[in-house]
């Protein structure tokens, strides 16, 4: 999936810390821990969150990498503390302990639990829904403020909204298509949801207490909107090298996400060729552009200058608050499923996973087409491209 960078995380859910590991990035890049947590705290918000949101606070300690608020070539090594771990030691400790733990046997469906158990030898799951866990998506939030920084640097910007939530959708009137000015997307970061339709988010914030109270949950589809991108990045020579399929690779690992498309695929499949196509036109100081952005800025494969529309469907988060009927491991007789705690819904907060997701995706691709040891280098590489398209 990458093929410049390398993005490693490691850590559990209730253990002591989540640690990530970006290599690389040139030198020169500014890069801010503030800004860094200001998007991790993003993914902590929205309306139907469960109570870890409120112990944890989320934020990237910086540990190499960065020299005077720079980068310098080397690894960016960063750590999330966990701040839950306090209630863990015992359980979660690294070495042996005198008293055994109680194991976790009754299987949630839904989760990694019979398959990773399987997988890995256990008959205790708590080894695998400690590291399957979605608490693993802050140290890919953390590695994406760094990708974020490069794009920024070079006008690309990302954001995400929530489309749909259970039955409820957006009126199609605030769907971005192709020109994401549209938008007062700061005034959509104060929405509970997440949500560009106030009249949708109310029925949506009604819906998450119906579900609350019946202690159940609620899946739906966020849409991640990356604009300021140049024409060229991806390639049709190879499958592994075209970007759509690397950006969706990119979204489907997001936990509980099993669905992507760009721009409106679905819709297009049931329509003619000739009402899908975006007719190409030349403007004197504009250059090449669309008349409209129904591939959702992808062509074969390769950005061609509009924005990237990707909209990814979460399945309704697995942990409810009424256990399913299922299994116990150790005995294999019926068993309730096993409820630690949970969010009612998490769609807002998968919408920020997935700008992170895209941009570590479009980061990885920008440094292959303009790549250097240095930012001054990537500067030089990128404006030379540009100042050689047709304007």
Sequence with gaps: MLRVLKILTAGESHGQALLTIVEGMPSGLPISAEEIGRHMTRRQQGYGRGRRQQIEQDAAQILSGVRHGKS???????????????????????????????????????HADLVGVFKYGFDDIRPILERSSARETAARLAASGVCRALLSHFGTKIASYVSVLG?????????????????????????PLRC??????????????????????????????????????????????????RLAAAILSINATKGVEFGPAFENARKQGSQVQDQIRFEQGRG??????????????????????VRGALK???TIKSPLPSVDLATLEPAQAHYERADTTA????????????????????????????LAEIERNYHGYMEGLPK
């Design 167 to 191: 039955p409820i959708e957006i009126d199609a009137a605030y769907e971005v298509t192709q020109e994401p000015d549209s938008v007062d997307w700061d005034a959509l970061e104060e929405d």
């Design 72 to 110: 310098i070539g080397s690894p960016i090594a960063m750590l999330v503390d966990n701040k839950d771990w306090d209630n863990w030691q015992e359980i979660m400790a690294v070495e042996p302990v005198a008293t055994p733990v109680k194991k976790v046997t009754h299987l949630r469906p839904g």
């Design 347 to 374: 769609v807002p907060a998968a919408g920020v996973i997935g700008e992170a997701m895209v941009a570590i995706i479009l980061a990885d691709a920008f440094l292959e087409k303009f790549g250097g040891d240095s």
């Design 288 to 309: 090449f552009s669309r008349l409209s952005n129904r591939a959702g800025g992808l062509e074969a494969g390769i950005s061609n200058g509009e924005p990237v529309l």
């Design 196 to 245: 560009p339709d106030p009249e949708a988010s109310r029925q949506m914030v009604a819906l998450i207490d119906e579900m609350k109270a019946a202690g159940d949950s609620l899946g739906g589809v966020y849409n991640v909107v990356a604009w300021g991108l140049p024409i060229g990045l991806g390639s049709h020579v190879f499958w592994d090298r075209r970007l759509d399929s």
């Design 316 to 318: 309704p988060i697995s």
